[in-house]
């Protein structure tokens, strides 16, 4: 017998609930925020909206299904099944820290803020949720297929990301590095600048952006669904060891860039979530490219 499909409900803690952890009752938060200039009726406002949009979308969920839920902070502790229907209630970057730990399972973003959102990920509403999750089990349901990041390790690590992946120092230092790219015999450049950044063309509405902006950079940036990426480094230093000739570039599918470790310790994290990050050593190798694995989007 087949298992009936898993609603997974992914949410975050609140600001006001972050609040409330913080100083203990609704009251002192008040007066700190009071403090601050700021008042805490829009804060519980938006943390109301955000429970009862759990709420509705939990009560949607079809009574034969199985359900849980997880919060933003549990994701890397989470076991995903192949049967799941994942649910994002939340903002858009919120389906981005999602995506990483899933493996085709279709989604459905909830916007439990409309108007403060952008709506670009969560595209729906809480009182659509029933359709929603009906329409998500079935076969063939409509789903744009979201263009993935992946990294790869010489040590057989891996890590996804729907916006972006960033290599390089974990606090405000210098990494250094050589970077190529990935084909037999080409030539790798030894840097040293502040990271590397890979970015989808879900991630051209943010980080990679502002990049290729600043860089006033020719390339075209690619569309969600585009199997391309763009890749720019951050602040390179030239000096009489390190070069500035490959600061920027686009990758097809089927194409890589390979960057090798030359400091003692390098970071690679996706779409923000440093907690969760790679960890490279001197000498070790990381190949990045785009994922054979996208984000099935409900549109």
């Given at each position: 017998?087949?298992?009936?499909?898993?609603?997974?409900l992914?949410h975050?803690?609140t600001?006001y609930?972050?609040?409330?952890?913080?100083?203990?009752t609704?009251?002192?938060?008040?007066?700190?925020?009071?403090?601050?200039?700021?008042?805490i009726?829009?804060?519980?406002?938006?943390?109301?909206?955000?429970?009862?949009a759990?709420?509705?979308?939990?009560?949607?969920?079809?009574?034969?299904?199985?359900?849980?839920?997880?919060?933003r902070?549990?994701?890397?502790?989470?076991?995903?099944?192949p049967?799941?229907?994942?649910?994002?209630?939340g903002?858009?970057?919120?389906?981005?820290?999602?995506?990483?730990?899933?493996?085709?399972?279709?989604?459905?973003g909830?916007?439990t803020?409309p108007g403060?959102n952008?709506?670009i990920?969560v595209?729906?509403?809480?009182?659509d949720?029933?359709?929603?999750l009906?329409?998500?089990?079935?076969?063939g349901?409509?789903?744009?297929?979201?263009t993935?990041v992946?990294?790869?390790a010489?040590?057989?690590?891996?890590?996804?990301?729907l916006n972006?992946?960033?290599?390089?120092?974990?606090?405000?230092?210098?990494?250094?590095y050589?970077?190529?790219?990935?084909?037999?015999?080409a030539?790798?450049?030894?840097q040293?600048?502040?990271?590397v950044?890979v970015?989808?063309?879900?991630?051209?509405?943010?980080w990679?952006?502002?990049?290729?902006?600043?860089r006033?950079?020719?390339?075209?940036?690619?569309?969600p669904?585009?199997?391309?990426?763009l890749?720019?480094?951050?602040?390179?230093?030239?000096?009489?060891?390190?070069?500035?000739?490959l600061?920027?570039?686009?990758?097809?599918?089927?194409q890589?860039?390979?960057?090798?470790?030359?400091?003692?310790?390098l970071?690679?994290?996706g779409?923000g979530?440093?907690?969760?990050a790679?960890?490279l050593?001197?000498?070790?190798?990381v190949?990045l490219?785009?994922?054979?694995?996208?984000l099935?989007?409900?549109?």
């Amino acid at each position: 017998m087949s298992l009936a499909p898993r609603a997974v409900l992914v949410h975050r803690t609140t600001e006001y609930e972050e609040l409330l952890a913080r100083h203990g009752t609704h009251g002192q938060a008040a007066f700190f925020l009071s403090s601050r200039g700021r008042s805490i009726d829009e804060v519980a406002r938006r943390h109301g909206r955000t429970r009862q949009a759990l709420a509705d979308v939990a009560a949607a969920v079809p009574l034969q299904w199985r359900q849980s839920r997880v919060e933003r902070a549990d994701l890397d502790r989470f076991l995903f099944g192949p049967e799941d229907v994942v649910v994002v209630v939340g903002q858009d970057g919120l389906v981005a820290n999602t995506a990483k730990y899933l493996s085709g399972q279709p989604v459905v973003g909830i916007d439990t803020d409309p108007g403060r959102n952008p709506g670009i990920l969560v595209r729906h509403r809480a009182r659509d949720a029933a359709a929603l999750l009906r329409a998500a089990a079935s076969p063939g349901c409509a789903a744009d297929e979201l263009t993935m990041v992946e990294a790869v390790a010489d040590d057989t690590q891996r890590l996804l990301a729907l916006n972006e992946i960033y290599l390089g120092p974990p606090g405000h230092q210098t990494a250094r590095y050589r970077l190529g790219p990935d084909v037999p015999g080409a030539a790798a450049e030894a840097q040293a600048s502040s990271g590397v950044l890979v970015g989808t063309g879900t991630g051209a509405t943010g980080w990679i952006r502002s990049l290729w902006q600043e860089r006033r950079s020719g390339l075209p940036l690619p569309a969600p669904t585009d199997p391309r990426l763009l890749w720019f480094v951050r602040e390179a230093w030239p000096s009489p060891a390190t070069g500035t000739s490959l600061v920027a570039g686009e990758l097809a599918s089927g194409q890589g860039l390979r960057l090798t470790a030359e400091s003692d310790r390098l970071v690679v994290f996706g779409d923000g979530m440093e907690s969760d990050a790679l960890e490279l050593t001197w000498g070790q190798t990381v190949r990045l490219a785009v994922s054979a694995t996208s984000l099935r989007l409900t549109v």
